[in-house]
């Protein structure tokens, strides 16, 4: 057995690969500590070969896709001719598209298919021009076959995987590399034993006569290797008859896992985000001033992205395949399972918040447990620019509770759109206030014409929770007062309209809302009490209503915070936007101004 102490959350991600590539549960865990046989490792390239095609699987994937997109294609059509154009053109491309994706490689590296592989993409084609979907049926049914055969599916999923995932650590290193693509599987799983597990089960097994003081299997080893330590020993121990252990002890540590020996320099090569060829990056300009690690550490670091979720997210104004991690200090079973849940949610539903809300749903705490650290990783890398963004934040477990809580004034399903939703999560577990992005959505919605404000006032409620650590009272919030007084005021000013052919243009409510929703905003946002006090009471005076001493209130700083005339502000906005749509008004109670 072979002890593996996980503290970091770059080893971390390759313990939970591990563990999720062991089916048999030959694995023990116990804490941060992993126990792997080391037959284990000597099966690791089958059994890690044969977990990327079945979790990442191409033919089922397309499977997936031509099933779908027929199914609605037939709902599009109706007594042989299409009804619903759109919907025909956009599902027709998709099918499209994947067959020629698909059997395009499949002709590449398949020769014997290569003529009906052709032909099935040509008649596909035709099918969707026809309007024959007996026809496409038949190509769909045949292409699908091909595709899920298992060679063809091996062979085409690991050049997938390699090229979107593994290569984000590892670059183009042993069978990463584009020439190997032609290789076979059973050549490619070759590559990976003789470049990563022959060396790696080479140290372990030494180490396991140093244990044991076995200097004859030692020898036999040593002797009957040409890699590695095995290698290195012999050039400085040409003319030796024997082992001697003292060598190994000499051995600089491994800098990344404890009790296994440096015998790597740490580059590019080992682990993409965190490591540089440069010399300049080095103390005297010498890569012998390397930090060194293990065969056991550089394994642990290639297979790194398969323990993380990988998805398309929006960097500034692009889209970038990003992995995402969440790091339980001092528990890799725990970590497993976090991540487990996440990426399932992800597969679901595509939504980062739902995902980190379903990674939490089962935390249990055992009185007077110790509160764990949950780190949040998200990284990606950009192999030409030599380039990597990569982000850190603390899981705060009173935030992931917020979410949780199910509290009468917060449903984080009720905010929309998506994107607006990923941005706040985002930015609350960077610590961030969220205001800047409640202002910035008030604005769209205001000049869009939208009627959805019961997301500001969901987002509003959320920062007050975040605020208040959780903290959640029976009263109303300072949100629900103030989106109330906001909703009362534009029920008792702008009552609906008739407008007769003789009368004169007049303005629709809407527009003359919005124009003092501006006036609002902008006040607000700039910070100018003064300036949003006069014209609430001015609206107050126009509709015949008393003013609340909360509004008289937030001209004193002392009595109101900035942070308080922020929600203030933005809830009354809200309100008085609303259209007191039916589905609004059965949540929203009436607030007396």
């Keep these: 057995m072979v002890k593996i102490l996980i503290n970091d959350w770059l080893f971390s991600m390759g313990a939970t690969a591990l ?9 023990k865990c116990d804490g941060n500590v992993l126990d792997v046989p080391i037959e284990w490792f000597e099966s690791l390239p089958e059994r890690f070969f044969d977990y990327l095609v079945r979790t990442y699987s191409m033919g089922a ?20 001719k299409v009804k619903n154009t759109d919907s025909y053109k956009f599902h027709g491309d998709i099918i499209n598209n994947t067959l020629k994706e698909g059997l395009d490689r499949v002709a590449k590296y398949f020769p014997d298919y290569q003529d009906e592989a052709t032909k099935l993409i040509l008649e596909g084609k035709d099918a969707l021009k026809q309007i024959d979907l007996p026809t496409l049926e038949k190509v769909i049914h045949r292409a699908i076959e091909i595709l899920n055969e298992p060679e063809i599916d091996q062979k085409l999923t690991i050049n997938v995987v390699k ?42 097994k030494l180490q396991q006569c140093i244990e044991n003081n076995d200097a004859d299997t030692a020898w036999k080893l040593i002797q009957e290797s040409d890699i590695g330590i095995a290698e290195q020993w ?26 296994q020996w440096g015998t790597l320099a740490y580059q590019e090569m080992m682990f993409m985000p965190l490591a540089s060829t440069s010399f300049n990056d080095f103390y005297n300009g010498q890569m012998t001033s390397a930090p060194l690690i293990s065969t056991l550490a550089r394994l642990l670091l290639f297979i790194s992205p398969l323990g993380c ?49 379903s990674s939490h749903e089962k935390m249990i705490k055992k009185e007077k447990e110790r509160e764990t650290v949950t780190l949040l990783i998200e990284w990606v890398t950009f ?3 030599k380039k990597t963004l990569l982000e850190y934040r603390v899981v705060n477990e009173k935030f992931i509770k917020t979410l949780l809580s199910g509290s009468t004034h917060f449903d984080i399903n009720k905010i929309f759109p998506y994107a607006f939703r990923e941005q706040l999560i985002h930015e609350a577990l960077r610590n961030n206030d969220t205001k800047t992005l409640i202002f910035e959505e008030m604005r769209r919605l205001i000049t869009d014409n939208s009627k959805n404000y019961y997301s500001i006032k969901m987002a509003l409620n959320l920062r007050e929770l975040i605020l208040k650590e959780g903290q959640t009272v029976e009263q109303k919030t300072l949100t629900d007062r103030m989106y109330g007084r906001g909703q009362a005021l534009q029920k008792k000013l702008f009552k609906p309209q008739t407008v007769q052919e003789s009368e004169e243009y007049t303005s629709p409510n809407e527009k003359k809302i919005a124009t003092i929703a501006y006036r609002l905003l902008n006040a607000a946002k700039g910070g100018n009490r003064e300036v949003f006090f006069e014209t609430v009471l001015r609206l107050h005076l126009l509709a015949n209503l008393p003013i609340n001493k909360e509004f008289t209130s937030l001209l004193d700083r002392k009595v109101v ?8 502000s933005l809830a009354f906005i ?18 007396e101004a």
Excluded: W
């Design 234 to 259: 012999k050039k400085k121990n040409k003319k030796a008859k024997s082992i001697d252990f003292s060598y190994f002890e000499k051995l600089p540590p491994c800098s990344g896992i404890e009790g």
């Design 163 to 204: 090229g979107t995932i593994l290569s984000s650590s590892g670059g183009q290193v042993s069978f990463l590399n584009v020439a190997k693509n032609t290789l076979s599987f059973k050549e490619q799983i070759a590559v990976f034993r003789k470049d990563f597990i022959d060396p790696l089960v080479l140290e372990l």
């Design 19 to 27: 563990l999720r590539m062991d089916e048999e549960h030959q694995i």
């Design 383 to 385: 192999n030409k620019s």
């Design 309 to 357: 979720t990988s998805y398309r997210k929006t960097i500034g104004r692009e889209e970038h395949f990003v992995f995402s991690f969440l790091h339980v200090e001092g528990d890799c079973e725990e970590t497993r399972k976090r991540n487990d849940a996440f990426a399932r949610a992800f597969r679901r539903d595509n939504l980062f918040s739902t995902a980190l809300i």
């Design 61 to 80: 994937r397309r499977k997936e896709q031509l099933d779908q997109s027929f199914r609605k294609i037939k709902l599009s059509i109706e007594n042989g």
């Design 561 to 568: 915070s900035d942070h308080e005339f922020a929600t203030m």
């Design 574 to 591: 809200a309100g008085l936007m609303s259209q007191f749509e039916s589905k609004e008004q059965k949540e929203v109670e009436e607030v």
